[in-house]
């Protein structure tokens, strides 16, 4: 199958867009400068949806990722979509409202939730940071 064909499935531009929209309202109060990304593609038996939490000037950066073999939990994708997105909202709502404390392990870690498997993962970057650190190492630009 066509793998472009797979993405547009997961869910469309306006979709993405919309789902971040509601979550920058839903969290607004703690997001100060912050937004949210939303992304979806298809990798064979897995569906993989990525929620990430930036700053404008990439000085922070947290992609909180999830993933299921949906067919192995007798769930369409939309159905699995969807409880990715709930699943990645309930802890979203434990980092936010916990002082940020609460943390995803950087390689995958195995989830059951109502007899639901899934994975994820999380880190925070600073990819502002490590640019300048490369063009440093680089001698390629001045740092600003």
Same mark, same amino acid.
């Given at each position: ?50 929620? $990430?939490?930036? *700053?404008? @000037?990439? #000085? ?12 192995? /939990? ?27 404390? $609460?943390?995803? *392990?950087? @390689?995958? #870690? ?12 999380? /880190? ?21």
């Amino acid at each position: 199958m066509n793998m472009a064909v797979e993405h547009s499935k997961v869910m469309g531009t306006e979709q993405k867009k919309t789902l971040a929209e509601m979550l920058e309202r839903k969290y607004g109060s703690w997001l100060g400068k912050r937004y949210f990304e939303v992304e979806g593609h298809v990798d064979g038996p897995a569906l993989n949806l990525k929620v $990430t939490l930036k *700053t404008a @000037d990439r #000085s922070f950066v947290y992609p909180i990722e999830a993933r299921m073999l949906y067919a192995d /939990q007798d769930m369409k994708m939309d159905q699995a979509r969807d409880f990715l997105l709930d699943f990645i909202d309930a802890y979203l709502q434990e980092y936010l409202s916990g002082g940020e404390e $609460t943390y995803l *392990t950087i @390689d995958w #870690s195995n989830y059951d939730c109502d007899g639901i498997e899934l994975q994820m993962r999380g /880190q925070i970057l600073n990819e502002k940071l490590e640019e300048l650190a490369d063009q440093w190492m680089n001698g390629s630009s001045t740092l600003n």
